[in-house]
């Protein structure tokens, strides 16, 4: 078969690992028979320099046409790039945003799990550890804070800011819908996750889900306060198979989530709308500390290749292939510096995207 792909590999360390990821692609292609088109085009501060903006309409428009988007990262340094003296709508950042809304994609899926060999790296307890996770957080994506109304003004001589949060029973039953289709696939358990103690957006959450939940007998859902569910992150891993959250708990539990597996740069991500197209990128930033110097760990890219393969490619047999090879190096002993251990062999960015390539 043959796809199209938007190439985005933005800033700091993502033209190297979306590179990589790029080698591991044309391998399946090449092994499979399938053939991969790739566009590229700019993201963030790139985009900034050469645009003065950091999405353009025509690299939207890029995206929008092709099958699939896979992105390195974007971003750099506050107080360091020009980047971040312009105002926060033209910033890097503000590109990423831009393209999830343009496309339209409510549903960011980020997996963690511990890899056994990686254990090491957990910081838990040897005995919460030593149970293993496997989970997948799923936020919502394109409302809430993020998109709600904003000014800073001042009200009465006082300077206020002012975000809002508001989310409408639609927007809250489609990304339900979607973690209740992924737990049919995984262990059939959900913990929605809200603040409904305190805020309405959270009653309202609780109340759709429990009435999408009546359609998946088969799924136990469970709601846990935010707050309780940053603590039994750390306490009891092991309780989580599906995260269901909105979209500003979601970004600070993934990055909880992404910490206890001791290997943020091993992490993808997916974030998907109503149809096939999907956009695929990195847990992590673009680490502009070790930009340009063969050392960053490009396995969460590839893995998020993978996620393309699946989710938008259909091409289940090819993701299981890469997510293989990408285990079989890890269990050779190769490492890039951010997973380094004793005894084990360091490589680089290259070689780890030649190694799992080889291993496709
Ligand atoms: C993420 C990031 C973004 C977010 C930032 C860069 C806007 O933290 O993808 O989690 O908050 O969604
Ligand atoms: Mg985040």
């Given at each position: 078969?043959?796809?199209?792909?938007?190439?985005?590999?933005?800033?700091?360390?993502?033209?190297?690992?979306?590179?990589?990821?790029?080698?591991?692609?044309?391998?399946?292609?090449?092994?499979?028979?399938?053939?991969?088109?790739?566009?590229?085009?700019?993201?963030?501060?790139?985009?900034?320099?050469?645009?003065?903006?950091?999405?353009?309409?025509?690299?939207?428009?890029?995206?929008?046409?092709?099958?699939?988007?896979?992105?390195?990262?974007?971003?750099?340094?506050?107080g360091v790039d020009s980047w971040y003296n312009l105002p926060p709508n033209l910033r890097p950042e503000a590109g990423l945003l831009s393209i999830r809304k343009g496309l339209e994609l409510f549903a960011n899926l980020r997996p963690a799990y511990l890899y056994s060999e990686l254990k090491g790296a957990c910081p838990l307890k040897e005995e919460v550890a030593d149970k293993g996770f496997d989970m997948?957080?799923?936020?919502?994506?394109?409302?809430?804070?993020?998109?709600?109304?904003?000014?800073?003004?001042?009200?009465?001589?006082?300077?206020?800011?002012?975000?809002?949060?508001?989310?409408?029973?639609?927007?809250?039953?489609?990304?339900?819908?979607?973690?209740?289709?992924?737990?049919?696939?995984?262990?059939?358990?959900?913990?929605?996750?809200?603040?409904?103690?305190v805020l309405d957006t959270s009653r309202l959450w609780r109340k759709i889900v429990a009435e999408?939940?009546?359609?998946?007998?088969?799924?136990?859902?469970?709601?846990?306060?935010?707050?309780?569910?940053?603590?039994?992150?750390?306490?009891?891993?092991?309780?989580?198979?599906?995260?269901?959250t909105e979209n500003m708990f979601g970004d600070i539990l993934s990055d909880e989530a992404s910490m206890i597996t001791g290997s943020i740069g091993m992490l993808s991500s997916a974030s998907l709308g109503a149809g096939k197209l999907g956009l695929y990128e990195p847990s992590h930033g673009a680490a502009p500390d070790i930009a340009g110097q063969d050392k960053a760990n490009p396995i969460a890219t590839i893995l998020s290749a993978a996620m393309m393969l699946r989710y938008s490619f259909d091409l289940d047999k090819e993701a299981d292939m890469v997510e293989a090879a990408v285990k079989q190096v890890i269990a050779e002993g190769y490492r890039t510096v951010d997973i380094m251990a004793e005894g084990m062999k360091l490589v680089s960015t290259t070689e780890m995207g030649d190694l799992i390539a080889e291993r496709v």
């Open positions: 078969m043959e796809y199209n792909v938007t190439l985005i590999p933005g800033d700091g360390i993502g033209p190297e690992i979306v590179r990589e990821a790029r080698k591991v692609l044309d391998k399946v292609a090449d092994k499979y028979g399938h053939k991969f088109n790739y566009k590229e085009v700019l993201m963030g501060g790139c985009s900034i320099d050469a645009y003065g903006v950091p999405l353009t309409d025509e690299a939207l428009a890029t995206a929008k046409a092709s099958d699939a988007v896979l992105l390195g990262a974007v971003g750099g340094r506050v997948v957080i799923v936020r919502e994506l394109t409302g809430g804070l993020y998109f709600g109304e904003r000014s800073t003004k001042e009200v009465n001589g006082v300077v206020t800011a002012v975000d809002t949060l508001k989310y409408d029973e639609n927007e809250i039953r489609r990304i339900a819908i979607k973690a209740f289709e992924i737990a049919m696939k995984r262990n059939k358990h959900i913990i929605s996750v809200d603040k409904a103690n999408v939940a009546k359609d998946y007998p088969e799924v136990t859902v469970e709601d846990m306060l935010v707050d309780n569910c940053a603590m039994q992150l750390v306490k009891d891993p092991a309780q989580f198979d599906v995260v269901l």
